[in-house]
């Protein structure tokens, strides 16, 4: 902190030095890195409103949650934003005091690769199942019996999961754990969990990895962001849900899932198994972090400046990049507790 | 003319004078200019060594040699062993050295031994020069939209019908061994091709005629005379060549399937211990970083195995050649 305000007196005195403009001294430069899942609507979030701002530049950079964590806790950044919230140890190494804001909300998907079988609906009891390596074949029974007139290839089932650490995976297992008590004592929850070694388990990087390796195996299915497998146009499959139902992925299921959940006083909420017939199972919010206390006012402010912008016409642009716009008691609250940025 | 030029290097005009004193600062500075950077860059490894090292710590006395033998890596147990990575990586690499050798060896025969006119070989030289310069990740892409379907079928046929073969005893789901080895052999040719090469056209030209004249064939030539006086040289290529691939990390990390397996199957997923490291490392907790640079000393470890392995071999077979 102290190295980058030494840093920004040198830019400034120099810029004046050069070109003689006292306006460049009121500029302000947010930093902020973590979670890559929201990074695609938080840079045109951030991009229009640096536009509609002057005198703001907001960088952000997508290094993952924990990448943006460990950046926050080490003062690196203004403001850092992970999938996985933080953990209350984290939040007490921190002198300044944490506000955690959820700014968007998305769902994670199972898509697979399947010749011919569109929406295919998948029981709770059985995709657990399926990334225990305890089902192995499309054509299963369990699978069959969820899919009347559907015709399962007598195919063997290629799992793809995430090689590296991230708060995709933490969201999903989360979900696996509340649903399957095989699954709770197998792999656990986790940002990178033990996945059971198969010869039909298989690994890659990061949301795009997996969802190319989904569209490049024939009888693979996997776990990505909404958002990649529309990108992508890969197929979803409908999950059952707490009351039985089962529910394609979608704005409708996601807002259901989110309506259900009450927002807590530290803004931590986990939907591992939302209620509702109409909710989809896996949906999540995702939060930005600031601190409670700034060195600089104006930077203060315009980290509030920007919070009410990416809630009033940041939420606008949600459904459409992908994500579920935050329901409207959500905002208020967010609102609200962004005053708490000083 | 002897008169003029005994004058000339009394009066110092000639070629040969004693240095000035300027020479000397020159010739001095620059000693010491070459010999600061060669100790720097040997402080640099040091120190580097000394930082993985000693971030190592806490994960070395925790799990000790177990490290090395156990197969379980799950962050949230905090079991870490990396035994299948150890496996991945030196198979995947010996198989890229098989691969990648035999034809890097072949290519730098064919564009040194005559048998194309001299603007092609240079041509073609440049051409297999240029697939070094291609990214990893683009290497990585490939792999997966190009190289995996086209490969798909040949590797369903070879586990059908040959399914007994340990190699082929899994179907292929996608990343995984085969895919790796064929883009790590693609990316170590064009250092093995380079270097065969120039070990190749180093072989005065004398030693081919001599051949000749004892009345070899052209391919008695290249195999008998040509291939082992070059030997030193090329080996040093597909040490190097190891080497690369040894360290090859993103377009590894992409196509092995980063699955915790030893196995022999070329189409079951495995993993490596680059790819471990990349995949890991931007969100490690303290002591998985800890256990991460533990991983790395003992890849560092195993290139430094393999180089001193390369240096020796090299040594013995130069002294052999001279013989």
């Known amino acids: 902190m102290k190295m980058k305000s030494l840093l920004q007196v ?14 460049a001294a009121s500029e302000v430069r947010l930093t902020g890195s973590g979670a890559s899942f929201p990074a695609p609507i938080y840079t045109t979030w951030f991009k229009q409103f640096t536009r509609a701002n002057k005198g703001i530049q907001v960088n952000y950079q997508a290094k993952g949650s924990g990448a943006g964590i460990r950046d926050f806790m080490n003062h690196t950044v203004d403001f850092a934003a992970s999938d996985a919230a933080m953990k209350d140890e984290e939040i007490a190494k921190v002198a300044e ?7 968007t909300a998305g769902e994670i998907v199972l898509a697979y690769n399947l010749d011919g079988v569109k929406g295919l609906n998948l029981p709770r009891s059985v995709y657990p199942g399926i990334f225990l390596g305890k089902i192995k074949k499309w054509n299963d029974p369990a699978i ?3 899919n009347p007139g559907v015709t399962l290839p007598d195919e063997e089932i290629t799992v793809v999961t995430r090689a590296d650490s991230s708060g995709t995976t933490f969201v999903f297992t989360k979900h696996l754990c509340a649903i399957s008590p095989d699954f709770e004592s197998g792999p656990g929850t986790g940002k990178t969990v033990n996945w059971p070694s198969e010869a039909k388990m298989v690994k890659a990087p990061k949301n795009d990895g997996v969802t190319a390796t989904i569209k490049q195996t024939p009888g693979a299915i996997g776990y990505i962001e909404y958002g990649f497998a529309r990108m992508s146009k890969l197929e979803m499959a409908s999950l059952e849900n707490k009351e039985g139902h089962f529910v394609a992925p979608g704005l409708e299921g996601g807002q259901a899932a989110l309506a259900n959940a009450v927002i807590p ?11 509702g017939v109409d909710s989809y199972p896996m949906a999540t919010y995702t939060w930005m972090m600031f601190y409670k206390k700034y060195d600089s006012p104006e930077k203060a402010e315009a980290l509030r400046k920007m919070v009410i912008y990416c809630l009033d016409e940041g939420q606008k642009i949600a459904d459409k990049a992908g994500y579920i716009p935050l329901p409207a008691n959500v905002v208020e609250k967010v609102r609200a507790a962004s005053a708490n940025i000083q | 003319m002897a008169m003029k030029q005994l004058s000339g290097a009394e009066e110092s005009h000639s070629l040969s004078r004693p240095p000035s004193s300027v020479d000397i600062l020159f010739d001095k500075s620059f000693r010491a200019l070459t010999c600061t950077f060669t100790w720097a860059t040997i402080l640099l490894l040091a120190f580097i060594v000394y930082k993985i090292g000693r971030q190592a710590i806490p994960a070395v006395s925790t799990y000790g040699l177990g490290f090395l033998t156990s197969t379980t890596w799950d962050v949230n147990a905090h079991e870490f062993g990396i035994l299948p990575e150890i496996w991945g990586t030196l198979y995947s690499s010996f198989l890229a ?23 092609l070989e240079m041509i073609l030289k440049n051409i297999i020069e240029l697939l070094a310069a291609i990214p990893s990740v683009v290497y990585g ?13 040949v590797a369903d046929l070879l586990h059908d019908n040959l399914g007994w073969i340990p190699f082929f005893s899994t179907s292929l789901s996608g990343p ?9 052999s693609i990316m170590i040719l064009p250092t093995v091709a380079a270097i065969s090469q120039d070990a190749f056209r180093a072989i005065p030209h004398k030693t081919k005629e001599a051949a000749f004249g004892m009345g070899t064939t052209r391919w008695e030539a290249i195999l008998r005379v040509m291939l082992p006086t070059a030997s030193g040289g090329i080996f040093g290529a597909l040490v190097l060549g190891f080497g690369r691939a040894l360290g090859e990390t993103m377009a590894l990390a992409m196509l092995v399937g980063n699955a915790n397996e030893i196995s022999l199957s070329l189409f079951a997923p495995a993993n490596t211990l680059a790819a471990l490291l990349a995949l890991n490392f931007p969100e490690a907790g303290e002591l998985e970083a800890s256990v991460l640079m533990y991983a790395a000393c003992v890849l560092l470890l195993i290139t430094l195995l393999v180089n001193i392995a390369g240096a020796a071999i090299i040594s013995r077979t130069g002294s052999g050649g001279k013989k």
């Open chain 1, 144 to 146: 069959v019996a969820a």
């Open chain 1, 97 to 103: 005091g944490v506000q955690l804001l959820p700014m």
């Open chain 1, 10 to 23: 040198v830019a400034t005195g120099a810029a004046v030095a050069l070109f003689v403009l006292p306006a």
């Open chain 2, 141 to 153: 892409l490939w792999g997966i939209y190009v190289l995996i379907p086209l490969i798909r079928p």
């Open chain 2, 176 to 184: 995984g061994m085969f895919p790796a080895v064929l883009v790590l």
């Open chain 1, 265 to 275: 006083e530290n803004m931590i909420v986990w939907l591992p198994d939302p209620a």
């Open chain 2, 97 to 119: 050295l098989f691969l990648g050798g035999f034809f890097g060896i072949t290519i730098a025969i064919f564009l040194t031994q005559d048998f194309l006119p001299h603007k």
